[in-house]
T-cell receptor, first 114, second 115 residues
Framework: KAGVTQTPRYLIKTRGQQVTLSCSPI?????VSWYQQTPGQGLQFLFE???????NKGNFPGRFSGRQFSNSRSEMNVSTLELGDSALYLC?????????????FGSGTRLTVV | AQTVTQSQPEMSVQEAETVTLSCTYD???????LFWYKQPPSRQMILVIR??????QNATENRFSVNFQKAAKSFSLKISDSQLGDTAMYFC????????????FGKGTRLSVIA
């Protein structure tokens, strides 16, 4: 059974650009959550999608957005990149909404903004 | 809002020895899960152990066990017979069972196992 797949693994972007990250959940999992991990702030929740609808959102500016497709794959987009957006972005999938059966994480996308 | 505190930024342990990682949390909830996740250099967050708050019995998974003190809001992880492969960042996490809230993580403890 394939795990959670995040692409790309590494990304370098210039300040002001936009970026799209992709997450393919475990087959059968309908919930996808996104987290930002930085040395200073640790792991912070971005948003959760379930059945193509955003169900929960963290405290991030509107530059951060996401969506989920009918096959449960999810993308997150960051527009007008800032240096502070440099981070590891982790995606986690779950069978149900709320992670009652546990979350499985991907290996993340390392975004560097220069 | 729930908070999770890991007071040990870094720890080291000799191979085959036992080490305990500390975690405290703050919540007014009564029904929740607590987790320990391991993040090796590969970056993938791997679930180590999970504890349901309604269970008084401490969870164990092979060499990993927890000491869950609900009244004290404490949730420590004990690793027995430490192995080099245990070297990683360890995160304590909280999840409420009401309102479909996300995982709340502590800042992590970097554990180094020394040969």
């Amino acid at each position: 059974k394939a795990g959670v797949t995040q692409t790309p693994r590494y990304l370098i972007k210039t300040r002001g650009q936009q970026v799209t990250l992709s997450c393919s959940p475990i087959s059968g999992h309908r919930s996808v959550s996104w987290y930002q991990q930085t040395p200073g702030q640790g792991l912070q929740f971005l948003f959760e999608y379930f059945s193509e609808t955003q169900r929960n959102k963290g405290n991030f500016p509107g530059r951060f957005s996401g969506r989920q497709f009918s096959n449960s794959r999810s993308e997150m987009n960051v527009s007008t990149l800032e240096l502070g957006d440099s981070a590891l972005y982790l995606c986690a999938s779950s069978l149900d909404r709320g992670g009652n059966y546990g979350y499985t994480f991907g290996s993340g996308t390392r975004l560097t903004v220069v | 809002a729930q908070t999770v505190t890991q007071s040990q930024p870094e720890m080291s342990v000799q191979e085959a020895e036992t080490v305990t990682l500390s975690c405290t949390y703050d919540t007014s909830e009564n029904n929740y899960y607590l987790f320990w996740y391991k993040q090796p250099p590969s970056r993938q967050m791997i679930l180590v152990i999970r504890q349901e708050a309604y269970k008084q019995q401490n969870a164990t998974e092979n060499r990993f066990s927890v000491n869950f003190q609900k009244a004290a809001k404490s949730f420590s992880l004990k690793i027995s017979d430490s192995q080099l492969g245990d070297t990683a960042m360890y995160f304590c996490a909280f999840m409420s069972l009401s309102g479909n809230t996300p995982l709340v993580f502590g800042k992590g403890t970097r554990l180094s196992v020394i040969a």
